[in-house]
């Protein structure tokens, strides 16, 4: 599995189409075995090689979901209480940049409201 990964890269020189087709069938047919995670896992290794504005959206997601999931834990982990509205701002927001500044204020910040209210100060209300 690992040398299917690797020839992905010079196949994705080659021929783009073939080469998203081979890695979404692929990872259709592992289903939700081991292999498939292990599919998964080689995928994300390195895919510097995808360069589509659909691989750098889908990237770009998933940081942000990353960054809101650690936003939730850290205000979690703090006691500070999270309403199901806040929550849904927080999950549903999209950019990474503006979540990585709510994170730095949830650091210290003692409400939803003041770590919302960094990013209003700073000209980045919700879009």
Do not use: C
Request: charged share 25%; glycine share 8%.
């Amino acid at each position: 599995m690992v040398r299917s990964s690797q020839a992905l890269k010079g196949l994705w020189a080659d021929d783009e189409n073939t080469a998203t087709t081979f890695i979404e069938l692929t990872e259709q047919g592992l289903g939700t075995t081991q292999a498939a995670e292990l599919w998964r896992h080689l995928m994300a290794v390195d895919l510097s090689f995808f360069q589509s504005q659909t691989a750098q959206q889908l990237w770009a997601e998933g940081r942000a979901e990353s960054r809101a999931k650690d936003l939730l834990l850290l205000l979690g982990h703090r006691g500070v209480e999270v309403s199901e509205q806040d929550r849904a701002r927080m999950v549903g927001y999209g950019d990474p940049d503006v979540l990585g500044l709510w994170f730095r204020k949830a650091l210290t910040a003692t409400s939803t409201a003041e770590v919302f209210a960094s990013a209003e100060e700073a000209g980045t209300a919700d879009r």
